[in-house]
């Protein structure tokens, strides 16, 4: 009885991967953090606000979620347990593998910056999700959806510090922030490599901000909507 | 339907008659009882709601349990080793702090808020006083990380977990022969240790059940209906709180500034609202209010009787005047007793246990 049952999930396997290796391919997204479109550089470098802020950073993180890519003939490729965690400081997590990818012509990427309101409800999670990455807050639970944190001698706060810890998952201070980018403003009208490289430009994060008056965010409400907006906005994509 | 409903009493009866069966060998728990690995379930009793935690995701067992009991006695979950979570939590006074207004944590650190008692919490949809943690699993970081409490972080216990073969052993024990020490196994321990913290054996709940030999008091009997009238709308019966938030009239703390449920939602409406607390195991439970502001029950009955502040959004339930007598309020106090588990109290599987 052992033996047929083993014999034909061999076949199915060797048929599954038969049908579908030539047609599947992963798809690497390249986070690359920017100033003004100049590659971000913590500590060392100093930058200039749009509102005159002379500032450096010490550190940045922030969630990509739910990964989607919408292909020329409306169909999508969902990511599975689509969460990663992207932090400045640490080189691997600026590479998102997306895996099994049909071939076929991308037209857009979707994704969401944050973490949806089912995963901030739903108790002690693991891998890009455990709560041990500072991404966390204790006290009014939920996770920080971005954080930048640097000093500008604008900032009149503590050791001229400046901390936006942008969280909040229900209306109407939901700060999860829905991103698409399309991919098919170029010559060939849409993606069909395996490199996708998407800048993120911190700059956006102070639209309409200066540091003389906003030191820094560090609960949901008006002012995390206002930065979370001024982020959405923060991706450019670029591929051969 | 009559099937149905047939079974659903055939159930509750059967329920009910293990929990009395195992009250009354007393000695050993359902809990413990169960061999080893075996998915052990939380009691519901008669007549009580649903659960509102899913453990389907984590369900209890004994080891998972037991684990979770270790590591809520261990201080080395405290930066300095001194404070565990029954520092401010013991089983003996309803696992809360007791004798103390405002906790005291790492160095003798003050808090800003009254402890809360750690009971039946498979019901409780968010904690703390102003509901801000949406789940039991992720609660136990709030102490943790507290530069108050424990002034600590995941990542200073895991590695001083991952140190001790006992833990790796028990985490194996707990989680599976793969599971590591990590923060999901860590917190899931916690919660399954308090989630059967389960009081539901006072004396009123065998009065409710009927049991024989056990009866009111005419003082206890006037207490529950004045209870009944003027306090379960919000402390309702079976769990003596509604889970509600409400504006119990308290005098503003201008030391303090607690907005209560505002600090989470920012509503107006939310303004010095705070979760009413379950009053099971009252007795024991002093100082009360989530600035332990009261000492005694007397304090609070005369609180509710003759010191009500009318502050923004006080509950419309408390605007008419209680108009309670002297013997009101003694009755009143006699009923809260009825609520004293002492099997709870005492019941050695929620003790620190050396192995």
Same mark, same amino acid.
């Given at each position: ?106 037209? +857009? ?60 998952? +229900? ?12 991919? +098919? ?56 | 339907?009559?099937?149905?409903? $047939? ?48 453990? /389907?995701? $984590? ?52 808090? /800003?808020? =009254? ?18 943690? =949406? ?129 989470? /939602? ?90």
């Amino acid at each position: 009885m052992k033996t047929p049952k083993k014999i034909l999930t061999g076949l199915v396997v060797l048929f599954a991967s038969l049908g579908f290796a030539q047609s599947k391919r992963d798809i690497a997204i390249h986070v690359n953090p920017v100033f003004n479109g100049e590659k971000l550089v913590l500590e060392t470098k100093k930058y200039v606000s749009p509102a005159n802020d002379t500032m450096q950073f010490e550190r940045l993180r922030f969630y990509l979620s739910s990964f989607e890519l919408v292909f020329n003939d409306g169909t999508i490729y969902k990511e599975k347990n689509s969460y990663h965690l992207i932090d400045a400081e640490e080189i691997n997590t600026l590479k998102i593998n997306l895996k099994d990818v049909p071939t076929g012509k991308i037209a +857009s990427v979707k994704f969401n910056i944050g973490v949806d309101s089912i995963k901030s409800v739903s108790g002690a999670l693991d891998g890009d999700l455990d709560p041990r990455y500072g991404m966390y807050w204790a006290w009014n639970s939920g996770y920080i959806n971005a954080k930048l944190e640097g000093r500008s001698k604008s900032c009149k706060a503590h050791q001229n510090r400046f901390e936006f810890h942008i969280g909040g998952y +229900s209306f109407p201070e939901n700060s999860l922030r829905k991103v698409e980018i399309d991919l +098919s403003k170029n010559k060939t009208g849409f993606f069909e490599g395996n490199q996708l490289s998407l800048s993120a430009d911190i700059q956006t994060w102070f639209n309409g901000i200066a540091l003389s008056n906003v030191t820094g965010v560090m609960i949901p409400g008006k002012q995390a909507m206002t930065v979370a907006d001024n982020y959405s906005n923060m991706f450019k994509a670029s591929f051969q | 339907m009559k099937i149905k409903s $047939n079974f659903i009493a055939v159930s509750c009866i059967l329920v009910t008659c293990t929990m009395l069966l195992s009250f009354s060998s007393r000695k050993d728990e359902a809990l413990l009882a169960a061999p080893p690995n075996d998915t052990l379930k939380l009691v519901v009793p008669k007549g009580w709601p649903k659960p509102v935690y899913d453990f /389907t995701k $984590n369900p209890i067992t004994r080891e998972g349990f037991e684990l979770g009991r270790k590591l809520f006695y261990d201080p080395v979950l405290s930066q300095d080793s001194t404070i565990s979570c029954s520092s401010c939590h013991l089983q003996y006074t309803n696992f809360t702090h007791v004798d103390h207004a405002l906790s005291h944590g790492i160095k003798g650190l003050k808090g /800003t808020r =009254n402890t809360l008692s750690i009971i039946n919490a498979a019901w409780t949809k968010n904690f703390m006083w102003d509901g801000g943690i =949406n789940n039991i699993e992720v609660q136990p970081l709030a102490p943790i990380q507290s530069p108050v409490e424990m002034n600590s972080s995941l990542n200073i216990i895991l590695p001083r977990l991952n140190k001790q073969e006992y833990y790796k052993k028990k985490f194996k024990l707990a989680f599976g022969k793969d599971a590591e020490i990590n923060s999901q196994n860590f917190l899931k321990a916690l919660a399954q240790y308090m989630l059967s913290l389960q009081s539901f054996n006072s004396k009123y709940d065998q009065v409710m059940r009927k049991e024989a030999g056990v009866a009111f008091t005419e003082p206890e009997k006037r207490g529950l209906k004045l209870f009944r009238k003027k306090c379960a709308s919000c402390h309702a019966e079976p769990l003596f709180t509604n889970n509600e938030y409400e504006n119990n009239g308290l005098a503003v703390d201008t030391m303090l500034k607690d907005g209560g449920r505002a600090k989470i /939602t920012h509503l107006v409406k939310d303004s010095l609202k705070f979760r009413v607390p379950s009053l099971r195991n009252v007795e024991l439970s002093y100082q009360y209010m989530h600035d332990g502001r009261y000492r005694n029950l007397q304090m609070v009955l005369f609180h509710y009787n003759h010191s009500i502040s009318n502050t923004i959004n006080l509950s419309p339930k408390l605007k008419e005047p209680m108009n309670f007598s002297e013997q009101d309020k003694n009755d009143v106090i006699a009923f809260l007793k009825t609520l004293t588990d002492e099997e709870f109290l005492h019941n050695p599987k929620y003790f620190y246990q050396k192995d």
